[in-house]
């Protein structure tokens, strides 16, 4: 669990001004509360692998939970795992009820999220991940019959499909590639995960994270979303590139040199010192087999 001065710590994080505190305590229900909450630590939480990459290469790469706690008091963010996990302590702390859920995204039991219940009414229940690429800005409630409503997180549209026996899925409208191209036809739902709404411990799930965690090994990831766009860094190719994807469909991308590697971090997010870039950088053109260069 996180300490009272811990929670404390967050909530300045998340709503610094004195107007979003005020707006925050003058919410009507829980539920207002939670999406300011899911909303705000998006904003300011990365989704990253550096803090992975960082690590000695011959550690576990599986954070700890006391790991995970100091990513999140640093404002490191980091994958699914911790940014999900430590958001999940945070919410317990604020007294909801907060559970793990494990997901499928592409591969068995490799997506961790968060389900809240009895935020509004008894025996409700919210889907939160704030640990994913793709972001989701808000609480979604899972009291629809077939199908949610569209959601819309700045460029990115989806909805959820329920599939029976407490099995829901996410499915993303795709307009573009993966490498940020726009699709000239007309675009498509395209599923991106499934999850069981089954509460688990994380000594439930732990021990079959290693693999997950080793396939970001050989990738570069960090991004920014804010209400209208997402910003990611990452590797193409031998490259690192900052795509930058706006709300209108508008890409741009620019290469990012060695030598600029650490300014552009620090202008996404401050709290990653030179040491923690620099060990990312060396480390993953070790996983890559490529020459280092200078930072």
């Not at 640093?74 to 430590?86: A, D, E, P, Q, V």
């Not at 959820?160 to 099995?167: E, L, M, P, R």
């Not at 900052?242 to 991308?253: D, F, I, M, N, P």
């Not at 290469?255 to 990653?272: A, E, G, R, Y």
């Amino acid at each position: 669990m996180l300490q009272q001065k811990d929670i404390n710590k967050i909530l300045e994080n998340l709503l610094p001004t004195k107007d979003e505190r005020r707006a925050f305590e003058e919410c009507q229900n829980a539920l207002e509360r939670l999406n300011i909450l899911v909303h705000n630590f998006h904003l300011k939480y990365p989704f990253q692998n550096l803090t992975l990459l960082a690590k000695d290469i011959k550690a576990d790469k599986v954070p700890t939970l006391e790991e995970v706690k100091q990513n999140g008091l640093n404002f490191k963010g980091g994958l699914c795992y911790t940014n999900n996990i430590f958001f999940c302590l945070f919410l317990k702390g604020l007294g909801f009820q907060a559970h793990h859920i494990v997901g499928n995204c592409n591969h068995p039991n490799n997506h961790i999220a968060i389900l809240v219940q009895n935020v509004v009414e008894n025996a409700d229940q919210y889907f939160i991940d704030v640990g994913c690429g793709y972001p989701t800005y808000q609480a979604i409630a899972l009291n629809f019959m077939d199908e949610s409503p569209v959601y819309q997180s700045g460029f990115l549209q989806y909805k959820f499909t329920n599939k029976g026996d407490g099995v829901y899925e996410r499915q993303n409208l795709r307009n573009f590639s993966k490498d940020g191209t726009i699709f000239e036809n007309v675009p498509t739902w395209a599923t991106y995960y499934d999850f069981p709404t089954i509460p688990q411990e994380i000594e439930d799930f732990r021990p079959g994270m290693p693999k997950h965690f080793n396939g970001f090994l050989k990738k570069f990831r960090i991004q920014k979303f804010t209400d209208t766009s997402m910003s990611t860094l990452k590797e193409e190719g031998l490259d690192l590139v900052l795509l930058t994807l706006s709300r209108e469909g508008r890409t741009t991308k620019k290469v990012i040199k060695p030598v600029k590697l650490v300014c552009t971090i620090q202008n996404m997010f401050p709290s990653f010192s030179k040491k923690d870039i620099d060990s990312a950088y060396q480390h993953w053109c070790y996983f890559r087999k490529y020459k280092v260069s200078q930072l």
